[in-house]
């Protein structure tokens, strides 16, 4: 194995707070961000649009060649393009998130889109978040993250996003759909969601953003100024 590479991956269940502490992480570094759920999301979104049964390997199989999912940073942020067209705004709701979750169970989807995340992070320093990237992406990333938070917690956080964005939502759902999200991503054969061995585990339940943000800066800043020394 050669040296680390210069990376902050990022990895934990749905609602865990990856996107927004990503964000403000790599603001703060100065390095791209890149939100692997969302390429997910683009193929979920091709999928439901062109109405492939997503119950159906075969079928997801056979569609996957006509969504080529690629990404363009704009301002500093990561837009993710399907066929050409910028979706990065239809990407949320919470549909296309299941849809994500039940597809990426599949090995041709996660093949699909692993050489696009290893080339996006071979060309520049980035924190990108995910499910296996500390794992199966970036195996060699100096900084590895294990993000998690109570379901609870996790499902209210997701409630007041939705609410906050005009979603009329249940909060019991929501924690319904979690739990079930997080036992498919746990437990499915190619590239569950787990802890890298070398990933430190951060639990937000009881943590302000800010408190959050400034951990994660010096777990990075600690491997940047000693590489090579588990954090
Ligand atoms: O992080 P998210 O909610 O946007 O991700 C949507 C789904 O995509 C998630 O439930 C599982 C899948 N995913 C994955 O399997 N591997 C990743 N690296 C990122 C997301």
Excluded at 182 to 202: E, F, N, S, W
Aim: aromatic share 4%; with cysteine; hydrophobic share 40%.
């Amino acid at each position: 194995m050669g040296g680390k590479l210069r990376a902050l991956a990022i990895d934990g269940p749905a609602g865990a707070g990856k996107s927004t502490i990503s964000e403000a992480v790599s603001r703060e570094l100065g390095w791209l961000h890149v939100d692997t759920g969302a390429m997910f999301r683009a193929v979920a979104l091709y999928l439901l649009d062109t109405g492939t049964d997503t119950g159906n390997r075969e079928e997801v199989a056979a569609a996957l060649k006509g969504a080529e999912v690629s990404c363009r940073v704009e301002s500093g942020e990561q837009r993710i393009l399907l066929n050409g067209e910028d979706v990065t705004e239809k990407l949320r709701a919470e549909e296309v998130g299941n849809t994500a979750s039940a597809v990426s169970a599949y090995p041709e989807v996660r093949t699909r889109l692993l050489a696009l995340q290893r080339s996006i992070a071979a060309a520049q320093p980035v924190v990108m978040d995910g499910r296996d990237i500390g794992t199966v992406v970036l195996p060699d990333a100096e900084t590895k993250v294990y993000l998690t938070a109570r379901a609870k917690v996790r499902a209210l956080r997701r409630f007041r996003e939705l609410i906050a964005r005009g979603e009329p939502c249940d909060v019991l759902e929501i924690e319904k759909d979690i739990e079930e999200r997080d036992y498919r991503d746990m437990h499915r054969k190619t590239a569950p969601l787990v802890q890298a061995d070398d990933a430190v585990l951060v639990d937000t339940s009881d943590m302000t953003k800010d408190e959050v943000v400034r951990r994660i800066l010096s777990l990075v800043h600690k491997n940047e100024a000693e590489p090579g020394d588990p954090a």
